[in-house]
């Protein structure tokens, strides 16, 4: 997949990029434990590992070791994309308006 060069984010990479993660996630959903769905939805609110940890009372570091195990089961390398998997499992309208704020 090539991205437009000299261009941040515009509505058809964007698009793209939602279509490529979301074919990568296909098992995703009988992957991750209850607990790391919950990490993963704070992710995907764009929350910090130290809000997420506050809010499920646990520690920063079993936050972080929760994520490892996320990014690996999704076959991703950052939060971005986690949360993106997040926002597009619920649903299509979820993930273009994310997609119509990323472009503002």
Known sequence: MSW????????RATAD????????????????TGREWEIAEGVGRGLRNK??????????????????????????????AAGMYVLARHGPLVALLVQAAILE
């Open 4 to 11: 437009p060069v000299g261009s941040w984010a515009n509505r």
């Open 17 to 32: 990029f939602v279509e490529h993660l979301t074919d990568n996630f296909s098992d995703a959903n009988d992957e991750l």
């Open 51 to 80: 809000e997420i940890a506050h809010r499920l009372s646990i520690s920063e570091k079993t936050v972080k070791s929760h994520l490892n195990n996320i990014f690996r089961k999704l076959r991703v390398d950052n939060r971005f």
